[in-house]
């Protein structure tokens, strides 16, 4: 496996900034929760329904995002089938063009032979 130099000092530098990143941290770590106070039950209960609440409107705003979704996919399903259906018009009406020029082109022929050998 070749691995550049560019590369490998890249690494060496991130490792390196990590490293005096998670050093100074834990210099300057100090406790930050006083062991002294105590979390009541209420306290508690309030976080669980505050969190139960939360994911209750998060599991709504995404089965709304979720049908906004499908309606998108079901508009342009319409569109796209709407589109095929006059490209195949535009496609017959271009096949009839074609026969219609070339049945002139064959008439015109004929005309001007029929001229010429008449003549």
């Known amino acids: 496996m070749y691995v550049s130099v560019d590369n490998m000092s890249k ?3 991130f490792a390196f900034v990590l490293a005096v990143i998670c050093l100074s941290l834990e210099a300057d770590a100090q406790p ?3 062991e002294t ?10 976080v ?4 139960t609440v939360i994911a209750s409107n998060q599991q709504e705003n995404a089965k709304e995002i979720k049908d906004e979704i499908k309606d998108d996919i079901d508009l342009l ?10 490209l195949e018009y535009v496609t017959r009406q271009a096949g009839i063009s074609a026969l219609v020029c070339e049945y002139l082109l064959y008439f015109k022929w004929v005309t001007l032979s029929f001229t010429k050998t008449k003549g």
Do not use: F
Request: aromatic share 0%.
């Open 32 to 34: 930050t929760v006083d």
């Open 77 to 86: 399903r319409d569109e796209v089938r709407d589109v095929k259906r006059l």
């Open 11 to 13: 690494s060496c530098c």
């Open 37 to 46: 106070m105590t979390c009541s039950s209420s306290t508690l209960e309030d």
């Open 48 to 51: 669980v329904n505050m969190v």
